[in-house]
């Protein structure tokens, strides 16, 4: 039994059935289908084993938020509980289809990413098209899916002139999945901060972090991409070179959801955890050390913003609005919302999209009411899910952050 | 970095950080989870020992020079539970009670506990009223476990309060399974739903003539006073909260009326924070961290609160082998010197365990001491159930120690 298995053993002991984290589940809050973490993660524990059939299916309707991490007070770790009864379940049982095609953002994203885009993007925006696609897939018609880009993030990195000379300092940056196939502007707005602040930036081929697949508990897949990352990040952190993230999710997995949940603690796998940086934790460590350029254009507006789950699972506070407070004129509204319900890909799932946007109400309702046409979020299946229920623009916080600099 | 950084986040935390945000500061709170708010009854416990709480206390302090009440005195008390109460009262959720004598509340056993401020929507079961001869009903649904009106009944009558039990039909809700004490408190914060029970209690008082109705504190999270008030006009009698067991949906209540008005004094909170370890410069605490994901984060701030409460709250935790800790800066505790004499010999001894009243010593400023009586840090002070030398819950004082400490450690 390693460390891990350990903690997670010894931390249901530490389970004194307060149910804090009943309270302050979003999912078991509008649906039965959840009875709550409470049950699923530390009381089911007890009724699982490795050699027998798993008891109790409703675990798959934990969303993984970690709202329950966050706010017991005895330190239990619930979601890493479900996440691998579920894993459990998905072994057992199998997986289905769609949870094969979702959990698979490279694939999918390759395939819609290109010249090919619009006609994809056509097709998803056809409501008969949606309709199908939901009978056969069992993706919900009204699911917020991304607008594939003609290019990759890749292809233009490779083919812009970079506007750094000499030499500098260096960074690698982990675009993820959604900044390569359908965001690319967020990476390019990273790019331009980086550079904007001296660094050098690096981007190595890498693959999905695999956290689709662990959240729908297909571990053994997700190992495969994770041992992968790992190779192509490693010689970059044996040479001290930080490794930043724009998408919170993809920096959670490799500096903690996969090591964890997959079991794998070798020293290259800690070695690349312990050098990834969310990339507002990161600019927020270089305020700290005074090493942020601060030649900000001021930004006379208040903006709402949603620290999304992901990012609150790093426990590093608010670096968004560490950093972006210190713009001028700039106010960020925090939404104090659990969760905006989608999670990854729980929210696309049909059996699961009403819960979704019952979980997302209160945001969504928080984003309508502060009368602005723009939201910034970190993670950027939340900001599909927001624009999708509310019609309001999202963005990520590090482009406003480049428009400050004035680099965009 | 921050002015001020409070480590915990129950009622010492909260308090003794919006007191800082009050002065300008900028404060955070940084906790490993929600509050020991969320397990207690949403009242203020002064000194529940005599009637009198503040005559209790006043001698207390003389008896007893290392008590916290006697470190802060008096008028801290005082002036930490008013500004308690305003924070409550301009949030629509009035604390009722005085300083000179105890109500008598019902618990969900039906036995009745002594607390000097109540929530207005607690206030109309003070055993004092029940025992006016009029008859009272204590009502709840099925399907809430743990709260059961034929035992409550039944031991409040053997007190000499003429109650009796029943059991309300759950209107229609959508949902098959799984009411616990929050899911329910959301629903009365709906209308329609608190129309159906309104109904129900109207018909239970045409038949029995009651006066009052006790019914579990699940009567709104968002609105009680308003889910009270309306309840009240529907049945026709007035209405009673009594505190279930954890999650309390009146201890919620509190932590959220803290925690908005922190927040709108621009004061951040961060929770699943759990702080690991201090980083002294002599006597200056110069940085905490706290345990995240990958590595651990380091947090800097002028000056400190310790906040982590005692052996319940989880700030002191004995090791395997023995000893207590104290869990975030590993501070000096006063504790017995072994293991042997943690307990007394008999479990309902009168004077309690010797280990519960394990905590930090403190000087006159809360700032934490060592074995021999010497400063650890000049930037930290402690409050609540982590400082030593009182029993928190056998004394009855859990919720004003915490409240009169942290406020303290707000002003100084």
């Known amino acids: 039994m390693d460390h891990i298995e350990l903690s997670l053993t010894q931390s249901l002991d530490h389970c004194i059935k307060c149910n804090i984290c009943t309270a302050a589940c979003p999912v078991a809050a ?7 973490p409470k049950y699923v993660g530390p009381q089911a524990q007890r009724f699982r084993h490795a050699a027998q059939p798993v008891p109790d299916a409703s675990v798959d309707y934990c969303s993984g938020c970690r709202v329950c991490n966050q706010v017991c007070p005895t330190g239990v770790r619930i979601a890493e509980l479900n996440a691998r009864a579920r894993a459990q379940m998905v072994a057992e049982r199998g997986m289905p289809l769609r949870n094969r095609i979702i959990a698979r953002s490279g694939l999918v994203g390759r395939l819609s990413c290109g010249p090919q885009a619009p006609l994809v993007n056509l097709t998803l925006s056809f409501a008969p098209a949606r309709w199908l696609i939901e009978q056969v897939l069992g993706i919900h018609r009204h699911a917020p899916l991304p607008k594939a880009s003609t290019y990759t993030f890749q292809h233009w990195f490779r083919r812009r002139k970079s506007t750094v000379a000499g030499r500098r300092p260096k960074v690698v940056y982990f675009h993820g999945c ?3 196939y359908y965001e690319p ?14 660094f050098e930036v690096i981007i190595p081929p890498q693959r999905c972090c695999g956290l689709p697949l662990l959240s729908n508990g297909d571990f053994p897949a997700a190992q495969k991409h994770h041992q992968y990352n790992v190779a192509q990040l490693l010689p970059f952190v044996r040479a001290g070179i930080p490794i930043v993230g724009t998408s919170t999710s993809c920096t959670l997995t490799l500096k903690e959801e996969a090591p964890e949940l997959l079991g794998l603690h070798g020293d290259d796998v800690r070695a690349v955890a312990a050098g990834t940086y969310d990339i507002f934790e990161f600019l927020r460590n270089l305020h700290e050390r005074g090493e942020l350029r601060t030649d900000f254009r001021s930004i006379e507006r208040r903006l709402p913003y949603h620290p999304p789950c992901q990012l609150r699972a790093h426990r590093i506070g608010r670096p968004v609005l560490d950093v972006l407070g210190l713009v001028p004129g700039l106010h960020l509204d925090e939404s104090r919302a659990d969760c905006c319900g989608i999670a990854g890909t729980y929210g696309l799932k049909r059996e699961k999209y009403q819960i979704a946007m019952d979980v997302g109400k209160p945001l969504f309702d928080f984003v309508q009411a502060s009368g602005q046409n723009l939201a910034l979020c970190d993670s950027e299946t939340c900001r599909w899910q927001i624009s999708g229920a509310t019609g309001v623009e999202t963005r990520h916080p590090i482009e406003i952050l480049a428009e400050a600099y004035g680099v965009l | 970095m921050y002015d001020t950084i409070v480590i915990g986040a129950g009622l010492a935390g909260l308090m003794a950080a919006i007191g800082r945000a009050e002065r300008g500061e900028k404060v955070m709170v940084l906790a490993k989870g929600h509050g020991t708010t969320h397990w207690t009854t949403g009242c203020l416990d002064l000194f529940a020992e005599v009637d009198d709480p503040i005559a209790g206390i006043i001698q207390l302090t003389d008896q007893r020079p290392h008590h916290p009440y006697a470190l802060v005195g008096l008028t801290m008390i005082e002036q ?10 301009a949030a629509g959720y009035p604390m009722v009670g ?17 607390t000097a401020f109540a929530p207005a929507t607690m206030i109309n079961g003070d055993a004092r009223q029940l025992r006016d001869g009029r008859p009272t009903l204590i009502a709840s649904f099925g399907v809430l476990r743990d709260f059961f009106p034929p035992l409550i009944a039944a031991n409040l009558r053997a007190q000499g309060i003429a109650a009796e039990a029943a059991l309300l039909a759950l209107p229609p809700t959508g949902r098959q399974h799984d009411f616990s004490p929050v899911i329910l408190a959301r629903m009365f914060d709906q209308p329609d739903f608190r129309a159906r029970v309104g109904e129900q ?29 309306d309840l009240q006009n529907r049945a026709g009698a007035l209405i009673f909260e009594i505190p279930t067991l954890p999650t309390s949906v009146a201890g919620m209540r509190l932590y959220h009326i803290l925690e908005n008005a922190l927040l709108s004094l621009g004061g951040r909170m961060q929770l699943g924070g759990f702080v690991q ?30 906040a982590t409460g005692g052996i319940l709250g989880g700030g002191i935790r004995a090791t395997p082998e023995g000893h207590l800790r104290e869990t975030a800066l590993d501070l000096p505790l006063q504790t017995p010197d072994s293991r042997s004499g943690w307990f007394a ?44 030398g009182f029993d928190p819950v056998r004394e009855g004082c859990l919720e004003g120690v915490a409240i009169a400490t942290g406020w303290a450690a707000g002003q100084q």
């Not at chain 1, 502007?185 to 001296?198: F, I, Q, S, T």
């Not at chain 2, 002599?282 to 800097?300: C, D, G, N, P």
Request: charged share 20%.
């Open chain 2, 201 to 229: 209690l109207a018909a239970f008082v045409r038949k029995g003539g009651y006066a009052r109705i006790g019914m579990p504190a699940i009567l709104g999270l968002k609105h009680p006073t308003e889910v009270v008030r």
């Open chain 1, 185 to 198: 502007h967020v990476g390019k707005a990273a790019v331009a901060v980086l550079e904007h602040l001296g």
């Open chain 2, 80 to 89: 930490g539970v008013a500004r308690f109460r305003a924070i409550c009262e």
């Open chain 1, 30 to 36: 509008v649906t039965d289908a959840f009875p709550g």
């Open chain 2, 277 to 306: 370890r201090g980083e002294p410069l002599k006597e200056t605490l110069v940085a905490v961290f706290s345990e995240a994901a990958a590595r651990e984060q380091r947090h800097t701030a002028r000056r400190w609160v310790l």
């Open chain 2, 345 to 388: 010999a008999r479990f309902l001894a009168e004077q309690g365990h010797p280990v519960f009243q394990s905590g930090v010593r403190v000087d006159r400023s809360l700032r934490p001491l060592d074995a021999s009586g010497r400063l650890v840090y000049e930037n930290v002070m402690v409050a609540g159930s982590a400082l030593a």
């Open chain 1, 178 to 180: 959604s900044t390569n």
């Open chain 2, 98 to 114: 005085n300083f000179n004598r105890n109500l008598l509340l019902p618990t969900a056993l039906g036995a009745l506990r002594p």
